[in-house]
């Protein structure tokens, strides 16, 4: 190879890496993942303690109706704790995700709130809107059965929608996640358990793939 | 050989108009100050090549305000996304033909 072929290689591959750079936000950390399918971890065992306390509804994963017509006590109940759980959880899990990539960008001395890190925000609030709309009014009617297959195919969703504008790796997470989603609805004995593997186990996995391969680089420097 | 080097242009010998032209053809729109990150530039060299780019007409200037602010983005020209396309392929032909 001679010298120009060889300069004009390198400006090539400059242009990919910018045209890459500038598209996507790349600074998510692994990190993030791991926090999410922790906190996801706590919340699902905090939800089989209060089942196991309540084994008389375990057996009844629909709507739990009183002879008149009203929901019983057992399900308002229950629609009030799930409603605090899944906001307590999905609050802590977003505010330890931008907190691990806030301290990625700061080590490796990049700007966070990037325009691929807007495009990246809102192509993940709307699929999640919808959902939030969705699990409400699930957890509001004590249609229990369906949140958790929701839950995991609308974040399952979201992930393969955000992929173009982040790592293209969180495309294959969000597939995992919309199939684990469609089992649990066909087994909804199982979908405490499904879940914890979904946003539990599943963040783990792939938060630490992401470590791996991504931040370990940054945490050289 | 002599054909190629014909077709690279000019204006796209310098290290930060290539990653200009390489952001804003991805990107509908890219401020000032995600460019200077990005390209690793400081304000008076980013802003003279942005001139000259300005001056082909291969880019688009939109000056706006964030608060009291100045925002300026920038977009690419349909003649810019052409004149850069081209670059691109005579850059190719140049690896290719010489293997």
């Known amino acids: ?221 | 050989m002599r054909k190629e080097l014909d077709q690279l242009n000019k204006i796209f010998d310098s290290r930060i108009r290539i990653g200009i032209m390489s952001a804003l053809i991805v990107n509908e729109e890219v401020n000032f100050n995600e460019l200077k990150a990005l390209l690793d530039a400081t304000d008076g060299n980013l802003a003279s090549h942005l001139k000259t780019l300005e001056e082909h007409e291969f880019i688009r200037v939109e000056k706006g305000f964030i608060g009291r602010k100045t925002n300026t983005m920038y977009s690419i020209t349909a003649e810019g996304e052409k004149a850069f396309r081209s670059h691109i392929n005579a850059l190719e032909k140049i690896i290719k033909n010489l293997q």
Not at chain 1, 148 to 176: E, M, Q
Not at chain 1, 193 to 205: R, T
């Open chain 1, 1 to 221: 190879m001679n010298e120009r072929q060889q300069e004009s290689l390198e400006v090539l591959t400059e242009i990919r890496s910018i045209m890459h750079k500038s598209s996507r936000f790349l600074s998510l950390s692994g990190w993030s993942g791991i926090w999410a399918g922790i906190t996801a971890l706590v919340a699902s065992g905090v939800a089989y303690g209060w089942l196991t306390d309540q084994s008389a509804f375990v057996t009844n994963a629909g709507v739990d109706v009183m002879p008149n017509g009203q929901f019983s006590e057992a399900a308002a109940m229950w629609s009030e704790r799930l409603l605090i759980l899944a906001v307590v959880t999905f609050v802590v899990a977003l505010l330890g995700a931008l907190f691990f990539t806030w301290r990625k960008n700061k080590k490796a001395g990049e700007a966070t709130f990037t325009g691929a890190a807007r495009k990246l925000a809102v192509s993940m609030m709307i699929p999640m809107g919808a959902a939030a709309c969705f699990i409400l009014f699930f957890i509001l009617n004590h249609h229990f059965a369906y949140i958790v297959p929701a839950s995991l195919v609308f974040y399952g969703l979201t992930l393969i929608n955000s992929s173009k504008y982040t790592f293209s790796d969180i495309r294959y997470l969000g597939l995992s996640e919309v199939i684990i989603g469609c089992i649990a609805l066909f087994i909804p004995d199982m979908g405490l358990y499904l879940w914890a593997l979904g946003f539990g186990i599943m963040h783990i996995v792939y938060g630490t793939i992401m470590w791996f391969k991504y931040d370990r680089k940054v945490n050289r420097l």
